[in-house]
T-cell receptor
Framework: AQSVSQHNHHVILSEAASLELGCNYSYGGTVNLFWYVQYPGQHLQLLLKYFSGDPLVKGIKGFEAEFIKSKFSFNLRKPSVQWSDTAEYFCAVGFNKFYFGSGTKLNVKP | DTEVTQTPKHLVMGMTNKKSLKCEQHMGHRAMYWYKQKAKKPPELMFVYSYEKLSINESVPSRFSPECPNSSLLNLHLHALQPEDSALYLC?????????????FGEGSRLTVL
């Protein structure tokens, strides 16, 4: 069965620390890749997406992600987090339908 | 703000009630989705409508009945629900079906079944 794995379930960082959240998927074909963010009490919002082309994609709020095809990975990064980045982050993979990872809860301490 | 509007935002119902959740989008998207999200869990796909036709039903119990009256509207009819059906129900849309584009989510309808 197809799956999306997010290895970090809960991450706690101080402001200005660097962030990397892992995402791996199991599907050998062409996929579309997404990171969604859910701020407390808000709806899911798209952070960034990869369909094709440059494997390093930049999203909103200073986030970026790198698609490494050989590793089936699409890790999310941010060089310097802010308190306002506290949220839950979901990786999603789309081919015939969307598959979501289990989510990573990020707490940024001021 | 999201361009996918869901009503009601909160719903409390008994196990014998019949209620409906509504979703509306005016982005011209041709695929619409219902997801169920439990606390601290990812969204779970329930149904997909593509060009107003049900294209995916993820083996959802018949007490949940989707309806797509037109390309802008999506309903979820609820009947004889169980307390374990309490969750946040999310509607989403995309330009077309097949997971080739991003999903736009509504804020969700929080359902409590007593």
């Amino acid at each position: 069965a197809q799956s999306v794995s997010q290895h970090n379930h809960h991450v706690i960082l101080s402001e200005a620390a660097s962030l990397e959240l892992g995402c791996n998927y199991s599907y050998g074909g062409t996929v579309n890749l997404f990171w969604y963010v859910q701020y407390p009490g808000q709806h899911l919002q798209l952070l960034l997406k990869y369909f094709s082309g440059d494997p390093l994609v930049k999203g909103i709020k200073g986030f970026e992600a790198e698609f490494i095809k050989s590793k089936f990975s699409f890790n999310l990064r941010k060089p310097s987090v802010q308190w306002s980045d506290t949220a839950e982050y979901f990786c999603a993979v789309g081919f015939n339908k969307f598959y979501f990872g289990s989510g990573t809860k990020l707490n940024v301490k001021p | 703000d999201t361009e996918v509007t869901q009503t009601p935002k909160h719903l409390v119902m008994g196990m014998t009630n019949k209620k409906s959740l509504k979703c509306e989008q005016h982005m011209g998207h041709r695929a619409m989705y219902w997801y169920k999200q439990k606390a601290k869990k990812p969204p779970e796909l329930m149904f997909v409508y593509s060009y107003e036709k049900l294209s995916i039903n993820e083996s959802v119990p018949s007490r949940f009945s989707p309806e797509c009256p037109n390309s802008s509207l999506l309903n979820l009819h609820l009947h004889a629900l169980q307390p374990e059906d309490s969750a946040l129900y999310l509607c989403a849309s995309s330009r077309s079906g097949g997971a080739f584009g991003e999903l736009f989510f509504g804020e969700g309808s929080r359902l409590t079944v007593l």
